[in-house]
Each structure stands twice: as structure tokens, then as C-alpha cells.
């Protein structure tokens, strides 16, 4: 079965800094991986995904996120941060079968920028 | 194109009472999701259809808990006499086909008192 570990519920780095948020997970299929982000209120953006082909993938608002199949890791970066990345992000992983709709959602890391 | 659309955004109902839930996918997507978040955690899958079949209805959390496709267009989401345990953002994905991405609608946030 398929699962997903979002270590840490809650990351706090200043405007600027490196945004890494950790992601590992567990399938017994090739994985095809996601991360989303969730502002208040609002319902999921997909940032990027891995499906097959190159493991680094890079996203949307200068996110990426590199595939390592031997530590089964999806760890979300961005060399920089920035205010408006205040929110929350969730990594999944599909259930299977090729579909990206049908999916296995981490419980969330809230991501604070400071000033 | 103005992506997934769910109605209503907020629902506030008193224990025991019905609910339903309607979402609207992106013209011609096939398939259609839906999904339960709590507070504090992530999204949980919960049916799905493909076009106005349901593929999948385990997941859903009871009984209570039914949902509709019937042209293969928009869908509902029925829960029956309602439980304070119920309350939760209910969010509905849609994606093309098999294999493509799902884009998800803003969700309906219920509350049960």
C-alpha cells in the first residue's frame, strides 16, 4: 500500500532562505509523486510532479524537487523565499495504475516566511 | 475555462440534517474526484467516476455517504443525517482522462453543530 511521511507539520524560514520541505514515501509500484500547495481557505495548486523520465523536476514559482529512489524521498525546494510561499504543502503519491487524480495525500507542512 | 467550480463554498448545518454538495468539473474532463480534509490533515480520497460510472466507492467513510454522476457531467455529494465528526472541507478534483493531471476546485468547507 501506498503512504506518505511529511516530516515536520510546521517549517519557519526567513525571506530569502532556502525552502526545504521533506517528503518520503512508501509504494509498491513505481511512484508516480506530486506536490500541491494550499493557501487558506482555497483548494489544491499542483507545484510539480514526477511520473517517469528525469528526477529532478522543477515546478512552478521556482520550486523543484529531486525523485531518489533509494532513500524513497520527494524533498520540495526553492533556492530562495519568498512572502507570498506562506502556505501549506502537501506532498502525495498515486494510488496506482498511472492516475494522478486518485492519490494518497501527506498530513501537510505549513511553510511561515519571516520578514 | 473558469477551472472546478463547487457550490456551495460554506455550509453550516445542525447535526442530523442532510447536505449535498454539488461540483461542477472542467468542460469534457472524464474523470471526477472527490476528496475529505480535516483540520490538521491532508486530503482523503474518498470516490471517483469515470464519466457517470463510480469506479470507486470503498473509501467512502460510511453509509451515510453517497455520491452522484448522472449525465457525466457535474457531480453531488450526499450526507445523510450529518454528525459533528462530518465537519470538514470537501474538495472535488476533475482531470481529462487516466493519466493526466487533476485540477482541484476551491472546496466546500461544512460545519456540523
Known amino acids: 500500500a501506498q503512504s506518505v511521511t511529511q516530516l515536520g507539520s510546521h517549517v519557519s524560514v526567513s525571506e530569502g532562505a532556502l525552502v526545504l520541505l521533506r517528503c518520503n514515501y512508501s509504494s509498491s509500484v513505481p511512484p508516480y509523486l506530486f506536490w500541491y500547495v494550499q493557501y487558506p481557505n482555497q483548494g489544491l495548486q499542483l507545484l510539480l510532479k514526477?511520473?517517469?523520465?528525469?528526477?529532478l523536476v522543477k515546478g512552478i514559482n521556482g520550486f523543484e524537487a529531486e525523485f531518489k529512489k533509494s532513500e524513497t524521498s520527494f524533498h520540495l525546494t526553492k533556492p530562495s523565499a519568498h512572502m507570498s510561499d506562506a502556505a501549506e504543502y502537501f506532498c502525495?503519491?498515486?494510488?496506482?495504475?498511472?492516475?494522478?487524480?486518485?492519490?494518497?495525500f501527506g498530513k501537510g507542512t505549513k511553510l511561515s516566511v519571516k520578514p | 475555462d473558469t477551472g472546478v467550480s463547487q457550490d456551495p463554498r460554506h455550509k453550516i448545518t445542525k447535526r442530523g440534517q442532510n447536505v449535498t454538495f454539488r461540483c461542477d468539473p472542467i468542460s469534457e474532463h472524464n474523470r471526477l474526484y472527490w476528496y475529505r480534509q480535516t483540520l490538521g490533515q491532508g486530503p482523503e480520497f474518498l470516490t471517483y467516476?469515470?464519466?457517470?460510472?463510480?469506479?470507486?466507492k470503498s473509501r467512502l467513510l460510511s453509509d451515510r455517504f453517497s455520491a452522484e454522476r448522472p449525465k457525466g457531467s457535474f457531480s453531488t455529494l450526499e450526507i445523510q443525517r450529518t454528525e459533528q465528526g462530518d465537519s470538514a472541507m470537501y474538495l472535488c478534483a476533475s482531470s481529462q482522462k487516466e493519466g493526466t493531471e487533476a485540477f482541484f476546485g476551491q472546496g466546500t468547507r461544512l460545519t456540523v453543530v
Open positions: 514526477y511520473t517517469t523520465g528525469a528526477t
Open positions: 502525495a503519491v498515486s494510488e496506482g495504475g498511472g492516475s494522478q487524480g486518485n492519490l494518497i
Open positions: 467516476f469515470q464519466n457517470e460510472a463510480q469506479l470507486e
